[in-house]
């Protein structure tokens, strides 16, 4: 049966349609996998996170914790990879991080390097530094809200002068007042 198109235009529309197919197909999945990782978050979260991680699973079982677990999807590629953050529940919401944790002064450092060994436990001191040096301000232009002034600014002894009031910038000023 001819409807007109020539071979070239029907291989064409062939690989259109399969393509708009597997978009939709992988919208799908994606919907369907999103639906499955919400349902797990409530129901599953122990199990699956002693099977990714053990050690993390002995945190969120401590009764004294009250952490939840909450699972998210990365990667720039379909499928993508499942990942998982701790939050503890404690005054508000907020993730937990080791370097908040541990100080040095604390035994439980101690325990993490003997647990880790010497080795994974500096590599992952030098990533953390690392990542904290990527987001520091390295220039003043990068300046841009009151908080980074205090964070940049104020250790190099930089202050921030008061703005001229409205009365003073108002005033003329004649030519034999101006510096030399």
Not at 61 to 72: G, I, N, T, Y
Not at 77 to 106: D, E, T, W
Not at 143 to 170: E, G, V
Request: hydrophobic letters at 40%; proline letters at 7%; glycine letters at 4%.
């Amino acid at each position: 049966m001819e409807y007109g198109f020539n071979q070239e235009e029907r291989v064409f529309a062939a690989k259109k349609i399969q393509t708009y197919w597997r978009s939709h197909q992988d919208k799908r999945l994606f919907q369907l996998m999103s639906l499955t990782v919400r349902a797990a978050e409530h129901c599953l979260a122990p199990a699956i996170l002693r099977q990714l991680s053990p050690r993390e699973a002995d945190l969120v079982r401590d009764p004294s914790m009250h952490c939840k677990v909450r699972f998210r999807f990365s990667g720039s590629q379909f499928p993508p990879l499942i990942v998982f953050k701790i939050f503890h529940l404690g005054g508000g919401r907020q993730y937990i991080s080791g370097k908040r944790v541990f100080r040095p002064s604390n035994q439980a450092t101690t325990d993490t390097c003997r647990m880790m060994g010497n080795r994974i436990f500096i590599n992952h001191i030098i990533a953390d530094e690392i990542q904290r040096q990527g987001r520091m301000i390295s220039d003043t232009s990068y300046i841009t809200c009151m908080r980074d002034f205090m964070q940049h600014a104020m250790p190099h002894n930089l202050t921030l002068a008061p703005p001229p009031s409205p009365q003073l910038a108002a005033l003329p000023v004649h030519a034999s007042q101006l510096p030399a």
